[in-house]
C-alpha cells in the first residue's frame, strides 16, 4: 500500500522555523512541492545510498487523515535516498523530497491528483484534486547496516517461523480434541456467543491488549469443517500468522466478530455459522462446500 501512496503525495503550506532558506514553499527541480512544518539544522542528512526510516500522514485536502504508518504496525517505512543523476520524472515525490530532509525535520508534500482516473485515488478521495503528504525522518543508516538490520530481521523471522511449525502436530492433536468433544456435546456449556451468532471458547487467556475494529492484528489458525473436521487451511504449518486490520473486511465476518471478543495473547475455538463464514457459495476451489459451519482455532498472536 505504501508504494502505491508514494506516487500520489502531497503537501500544504505551513510557516516553518529556523533556517530562512526552508521557509514558505519550496520547489524541487521536478517540480515537486513541499513545505517545512519543522527544521533541525543539526540532524544527520542522507548521502546517496543511504537508507531513510521516516513516518508519514496521507491527508485529504481537508487535512482529514486517511492514513498513518504510526498507526498501522509493522515496520517504519524506509527507503533509499536516490543520487541526483538518478533522479528522473518517474521518481516519485516521497522519493524526491524525503532525501533533502535531515533527522527529525518535517515537511508536507503537495501534489495535484485532479487528473488522476478515481481508480488511482486512496479509498475515499475520489473526488479530491489534491494530496498532502505529512512527513518526518526518524532516522538515517549507512547502506551496511541497513544490509545487517535486514539479514537479523530475516533470521529472527526464520526463527519465529520454525518455532511455530515445531508446535503444529502438538495444535493439530488438540484441535482435533477440541472438535470431538464439540460434535458430543460436552463443550457446550462452555460456549460463549457475540451478537451475530459466532459461539466460542476461550481455551487459554491472554495478558494483552484487546483487539477492537481498527486494531492491526495477528492470527494463527486452524480451521476444519464442522460436518467432519477436515482441514481445509492452517497457518502453522506455513510458520506464519495472518495479519489484518479488524473490522474492515479483510477476512470473512465471523473472523471480524470472533476475534473482536478476544484479547493479545488468547487462544480459543470459534464456531462460525455459514452465513458469516462462506455462506451458500462455499469456496471456488471447493475446500469450504456450500452452507458449511466452520471451527477456527485460533490464537492472538499480535494486537497493535
Not at 54 to 79: C, M, W
Not at 87 to 102: A, C, M, Q, W, Y
Not at 237 to 260: S, T
Request: glycine residues 10%.
Amino acid at each position: 500500500m505504501l508504494q502505491r501512496l508514494f506516487l500520489l503525495l502531497a503537501g500544504l503550506s505551513l510557516v516553518a522555523c529556523g533556517d530562512d532558506s526552508k521557509s514558505g514553499l519550496q520547489t524541487t527541480d521536478l517540480g515537486n512541492r513541499y513545505t517545512y512544518v519543522n527544521t533541525n539544522d543539526d540532524g544527520q542528512l542522507a548521502n546517496s545510498g543511504d537508507y531513510i526510516y521516516f513516518h508519514a500522514q496521507l491527508k485529504n485536502e481537508g487535512d482529514s487523515v486517511v492514513y498513518d504508518t504510526r498507526d498501522a504496525g509493522g515496520d517504519t517505512p524506509v527507503i533509499q535516498a536516490l543520487s541526483d543523476t538518478i533522479v528522473n520524472e518517474n521518481t516519485g515525490p516521497v522519493e524526491d523530497i524525503v532525501r533533502k530532509l535531515r533527522v527529525g525535520e518535517r515537511a508536507v508534500i503537495r501534489t495535484n491528483i485532479s487528473e488522476y482516473p478515481p481508480q488511482a485515488k486512496p479509498p475515499g478521495m475520489q473526488n479530491d484534486t489534491v494530496l498532502l503528504y505529512d512527513v518526518e525522518v526518524t532516522e538515517i543508516v549507512p547502506q551496511e547496516e541497513y544490509s545487517a538490520r535486514q539479514e537479523a530481521l530475516r533470521a529472527e523471522q526464520e526463527a519465529k517461523a520454525n518455532k511455530i511449525r515445531g508446535r503444529e502436530e502438538e495444535v493439530l492433536e488438540f484441535t482435533q480434541q477440541v472438535y470431538d468433544d464439540y460434535k458430543a456435546g460436552s463443550l457446550d456449556d462452555e460456549l460463549q456467543s457475540t451478537d451475530n451468532g459466532v459461539r466460542y471458547i476461550i481455551h487459554e487467556e491472554g495478558t494483552g491488549p484487546e483487539a477492537q475494529p481498527g486494531s492491526s492484528v495477528v492470527v494463527q489458525y486452524v480451521g476444519r469443517l464442522s460436518e467432519n473436521g477436515e482441514i481445509f487451511d492452517q497457518s502453522f504449518e506455513r510458520g506464519m500468522g495472518i495479519p489484518f486490520p479488524l473490522g474492515a473486511g479483510r477476512v470473512i465476518p465471523g473472523w471480524d466478530e470472533g476475534i473482536d471478543a478476544l484479547q493479545q495473547g488468547d487462544r480459543a475455538t470459534l464456531i462460525i455459522p455459514s452465513e458469516l463464514g462462506y455462506g451458500a457459495q462455499g469456496t471456488p476451489n471447493g475446500s469450504i462446500p456450500p452452507n458449511s459451519e466452520l471451527i477456527f482455532y485460533v490464537e492472538l498472536e499480535e494486537v497493535k
